[in-house]
């Protein structure tokens, strides 16, 4: 932890600060454990009686909170957005109001993207005819979330794209010289295999993709994404 000497008169007060800028500039992290009592007053260059009143200090106000036995640790004063300790810290540095909102602005618009794009990942997928992941974990990329999360989540919302889909799939009217059991535009029996086959090979894949590199992970999708498209391009083009 970047613990700096103290160099103030009021020691107590110094230390206090410096536990502040700490938390606010989330190097200290709710849930942390501060060093035990001897040596983090040997790292702030002050004696333990000065660091014990600055601890009770914190603690009153809220932002530290001591476990009997175990030692001092940060409160989780972000569980609340306005809880006390939180309004205080910001009554007591300026500067933190203008980054909290600057922060704010910059999630919010991040937040409207993702919204903006979030309906597209559906309606493409099913337009094209093609897993919701395809789409998704592309754009989760962009956005810099792991690829083994992306792949994870993707996952997840390829369900509740396919599902409202296939519904929509089997009202629609069944084309010429369907296959037998086709219901609307769905096989049955196709769709049953296919599910079946998926329930056993998706745990497989799971396990191969976490047990993979992120970046020769992110290499096997690109180039299923290209093979996709010089798909989807052969089929445009009649070959």
Do not use: C, W
Request: proline share 8%; glycine share 8%; no cysteine.
């Amino acid at each position: 932890m970047p613990f700096q000497p103290i160099t103030s008169e009021k020691l107590s007060a110094a230390v206090v600060r410096q536990v502040e800028q700490l938390i606010l500039r989330g190097i200290l992290r709710p849930g942390e454990r501060l060093p035990a009592e001897r040596e983090l007053a040997e790292r702030l260059a002050v004696s333990r009686p000065s660091l014990r009143d600055a601890i009770a200090q914190l603690q009153a106000s809220g932002l530290l909170t001591a476990k009997p036995g175990a030692g001092v640790y940060v409160a989780d004063v972000l569980g609340s957005a306005f809880s006390p300790a939180l309004t205080e810290l910001f009554a007591r540095h300026d500067e933190a109001v203008f980054d909290y909102l600057s922060f704010r602005r910059d999630m919010e618009g991040i937040a409207a993207a993702r919204a903006a794009l979030s309906p597209s990942v559906g309606f493409l997928s099913v337009l094209m005819g093609i897993g919701g992941g395809s789409f998704g974990v592309p754009l989760m990329s962009l956005f810099n979330v792991p690829i083994h999360r992306a792949v994870a989540t993707a996952a997840g919302f390829g369900v509740l794209i396919a599902v409202p889909s296939v519904i929509g799939f089997l009202l629609v009217d069944a084309a010429p010289n369907s296959p037998p059991l086709t219901v609307g535009a769905v096989n049955l029996p196709t769709f049953a295999i296919v599910i079946a086959m998926t329930l056993i090979t998706a745990p497989l894949g799971v396990r191969l993709a976490h047990a993979m590199d992120p970046k020769p992970l992110k290499r096997v999708f690109a180039v299923f994404l290209i093979l996709v498209a010089l798909n989807m391009l052969r089929k445009s083009l009649g070959l």
